[in-house]
């Protein structure tokens, strides 16, 4: 196996997902944490402060 | 001349205000670097599937009895492919929105005829066998009726088809040629020339895989492999990997209308949820125009939560 090999196999995922099923809602475990991350990095966006606003100053 | 009233939900009210200078090229970049970087770390520490194709000759080494099966409906006309209609052939009308025989209209552009395409001249190409000689021979010099009624007694017999010692076994007493048939095209397809007999690229390369894919969807074994891993329809499958990795879920919408009613039980749903999903497209390429829906934004007032240090100041001022 080839280094990057070895990396790989820390985390593979080619073993058979883990499903949530709800009346006809039937979602992958992966597709729930893809859709919550970019449902935080949509929050992060909105809420956290702009970078380098303190060097920043609006002209009157 | 009187001057317009001022619209707020189509007019931007003139900015006298000053400038703030922005580097969107600085932002950019590091936007690139950051995700390459992501990229590059999740594709390293992440395995991702790898799933092998699934041929012909994998099908009927996994599973002999369907592949004969279905080799059989191929000959007597009762597979998906053979009733498909548009674009293959003249099955049925095929897929139509409401009066619109869509498929119809647009004509037979792929001809496939399930009996010739996938049991008869696959079997021709093969080299010299005696017994599939006469068989082929029998078959061409028949009417449509001795041919029907060939395989209509295969057909009946094949409900108790096994498969043994490596051969396909049914109990058929009239079925003139149709037994050597199924068995020389189920040997064929174990050892892989049925896979290569099926590629009908006329090119140098091979990218022409309909005859080989139509064949084996019409057989259960795909299906099954598809159903395994959440891949159908009926399992938000669109939205869906192999294995465990995360699939498409941005395809959330298009997906979700094969789950209710009526589209999860219609023959139509393909062109019925396209028709929708192209609606909902003109939809949303039409909000500015649509009065209320436009106002969203400005009503929600999330731009004064985006910007909120300027309102800020100004409120200061």
Do not use: C
Not at chain 2, 138 to 155: C, F, H, I, K, P
């Amino acid at each position: 196996m080839s280094w990057y090999g070895s990396f790989a196999a820390l985390l593979p995922l080619d073993n058979l997902g883990h499903y949530l099923h709800w009346h006809f809602i039937d979602i992958s475990i992966a597709n729930v944490v893809v859709i919550a991350l970019m449902v935080i990095t949509f929050i992060a966006a909105l809420l956290l402060p702009f970078p380098g606003r303190q060097r920043r100053k609006e002209n009157p | 001349m009187t001057k317009k009233a001022f619209r707020p939900d189509v007019d931007a009210p003139e900015w006298k205000g000053g400038y703030s200078p922005y580097d969107i090229i600085k932002e950019g970049t590091i936007a690139l670097v950051v995700v390459a970087l992501l990229t590059l770390l999740l594709a390293i520490v992440f395995g991702s599937p790898d799933e092998h194709a699934i041929t012909i000759k994998t099908w009927s080494n996994a599973a002999p009895v369907d592949f004969a099966t279905t080799a059989l409906s191929e000959l007597n006309g009762t597979s998906t492919t053979a009733q498909y209609g548009a674009p293959y052939n003249h099955g049925s009308t095929g897929p139509q929105l409401g009066p619109f025989t869509l498929a119809k209209w647009a004509g037979v552009r792929i001809s496939v005829n399930t009996v010739n395409d996938f049991v008869i001249d696959p079997l021709k190409s093969q080299p010299s066998q005696p017994a599939l000689s006469t068989a082929l021979t029998q078959w061409s010099q028949a009417s449509s009726s001795e041919r029907a009624g060939w395989v209509a007694d295969y057909t009946k017999a094949a409900g108790k088809m096994t498969f043994a010692n490596g051969q396909v076994m049914v109990n058929s007493t009239n079925a003139g040629p149709v037994p050597v048939f199924i068995e020389d095209l189920t040997q064929m397809a174990r050892s892989g020339a049925l896979d290569q007999a099926l590629i009908t690229q006329a090119g140098f390369y091979t990218t022409n895989y309909t005859m080989p894919l139509l064949f084996l969807a019409d057989g259960t074994y795909l299906s099954g492999l598809a159903d395994h891993q959440h891949l159908t329809g009926d399992q938000w499958g669109m939205m869906n990997e192999t294995g465990s990795y995360p699939g498409q879920a941005w395809l959330w919408l298009y997906t979700f209308w094969y789950q209710i009613p009526p589209f999860n039980t219609s023959a139509n749903a393909d062109v019925l949820v396209f028709a929708i999903m192209g609606l909902l497209s003109i939809g949303l390429l039409v909000t500015p125009f649509i009065p209320g829906l436009r106002s969203i934004p400005r009503k929600t007032r999330v731009y004064r939560l985006i910007w909120r240090e300027h309102y800020q100041n100004q409120e200061k001022t």
